[in-house]
């Protein structure tokens, strides 16, 4: 997937993050920048909710990128 176009900025100061379930992440071991290892992982649509354009999904843990199983609404 190219995040090429996609507005980081906007993203961490937005309220992407209010949905998402970080409690498992060790955000001090991640990279400040675009990290340089890719991952591919199969998940869980749960929820479609169009009023509001967003998705919720489940993933499993992703240590290529050292993430844990997450879930959270995406707009």
Known sequence: MDHGDMNHGEMAGGDMHAGMDHGGMDHAAMSGGMA???AIAEGV???IDPEAGSVNITHPPMPEINWPEMTMDIP
Request: glycine share 0%; no cysteine.
């Open 45 to 47: 649509l749960n929820t």
């Open 36 to 38: 340089a290892a890719e």
